[in-house]
């Protein structure tokens, strides 16, 4: 195997994959990066078996054939490279030697026939939607998935097909997360993707209006970004029927710009997150919502001018559940909407119902 490859090129490309590269593994290959050289383009490839990612770059080749590098190794001297030519070979004893302008390297690869093939996905049907709708769907949405393992169908986002629409929903027992898009669909499809597979999309697609292409079998999803092809897993279980927890009505109903009430309840939050629950009380009545918390620290009191119909409320609630949404709202102004105050909270844009956020409440001593 001879290759020639430009290094900002190949270096680009190894990022991509090396993103799928397993960190937390005994078996060493599963470290590396499979490389085969085949007409003018190279195919890189990386897994941990739960998530596969597959590059294509175009490279001369001198001489076909593949072989698999320790990733970080590999990466690391890349990237230290000049911004030139990189030549690649494979002599005896499994050495790789890497050569640009007067920069020579010789290390140990594995035998590539040890490194193992990412499944077959039969690219029958597929749905395309466009990458920046996707990305903001997987941004607003996957950091309310939970982080308990015991509860595994909770580590991912449900994505459901039907009716034109692609609806991303993501919970963790105290709050959802629920995203909606156009896409064009002739078949309803409902599957759960790992929250880390999203994640991970997400840094590979761009902020354009350029397709992306999912395929979805009974196991795996196949993501296909221009020369890129990510497959993961799908987690087994049923989802939770988040339809049913979605409130139908409310009493109160409250509008007011997102950055005045992210903005307070972070200065409040100051002192509630010393306390047991990150705490912090909203009491709404007439044009003001007022939003207080204390410590053992000590307390604070803020004031925000809002829109308000509906009957009074007092109600509490994490604040972190509360500053990681707002941080991803895109509107200036946003709903909120309360029941009860025992009854979740529903936060969402002004301009769209696209987006819905719920949020339960933590019970006050007084209740």
Same mark, same amino acid.
């Given at each position: ?82 911004? $030139? ?50 990305? *903001? ?6 950091? $309310? ?50 929250? !880390? ?53 409310? !009493? ?15 200065? $409040? ?6 306390? !047991? ?21 000590? !307390? ?66 007084? *209740?």
């Amino acid at each position: 195997m001879r290759f020639s490859c430009h290094q900002k090129a190949l270096l680009s490309s190894i990022n991509i994959v090396q993103k799928a590269v397993s960190s937390k593994t005994t078996l060493p290959i599963l470290k590396g990066i499979y490389i085969e050289a085949l007409d003018n383009y190279l195919k890189l490839v990386a897994t941990d078996l739960e998530i596969g990612i597959e590059h294509i770059v175009e490279a001369k080749t001198h001489n076909k054939g593949s072989v698999v590098v320790d990733a970080r190794l590999f990466s690391e001297i890349i990237r230290k490279l000049p911004d $030139a030519e990189v030549e690649i070979s494979l002599e005896e004893n499994n050495q790789i030697y890497i050569k640009c302008e007067n920069s020579e390297f010789n290390i140990v690869s594995y035998n590539s026939q040890d490194f193992p093939e990412l499944p077959t996905i039969e690219e029958d049907y597929s749905y395309e939607i466009s990458q920046d709708l996707f990305k *903001n769907m997987i941004r607003q949405t996957v950091f $309310a998935t939970s982080q308990d393992e015991s509860r595994p169908v909770l580590t991912g986002a449900l994505v459901e097909i039907e009716n034109d629409t692609l609806n991303m929903v993501a919970l963790d027992g105290y709050r959802l997360a629920l995203k909606k898009g156009k896409i064009q669909s002739h078949i309803d499809n409902k599957v759960i993707i790992p929250a !880390k597979t999203l994640s991970e999309i997400n840094r590979i697609i761009s902020d354009n209006e350029e397709q992306l292409t999912i395929t979805l079998t009974n196991n795996h999803a196949l993501f296909v970004i221009g020369n890129t092809k990510m497959i993961s897993r799908l987690l087994e279980g049923e989802f939770i029927n988040y339809k049913q927890i979605l409130p139908k009505e409310y !009493k109160s109903k409250v509008k007011v710009k997102t950055r005045n009430l992210l903005d307070s309840i972070e200065r $409040a939050s100051l002192v509630a997150r010393e306390g !047991k629950n990150n705490l912090v009380k909203f009491t709404i009545s007439d044009d003001k919502m007022t939003i207080t918390s204390n410590s053992e620290l000590g !307390k604070v009191h803020e004031q925000i001018y809002i829109d308000f119909e509906g009957e009074e409320v007092e109600i509490a609630f994490n604040s972190k559940y509360l500053i990681d949404v707002l941080k991803i709202m895109e509107d200036e102004e946003v709903y909120l909407e309360f029941t009860t105050n025992l009854s979740p909270g529903i936060l969402k844009p002004v301009s769209n119902d696209n987006y819905i956020y719920l949020i339960l409440p933590v019970r006050l001593s007084s *209740n």
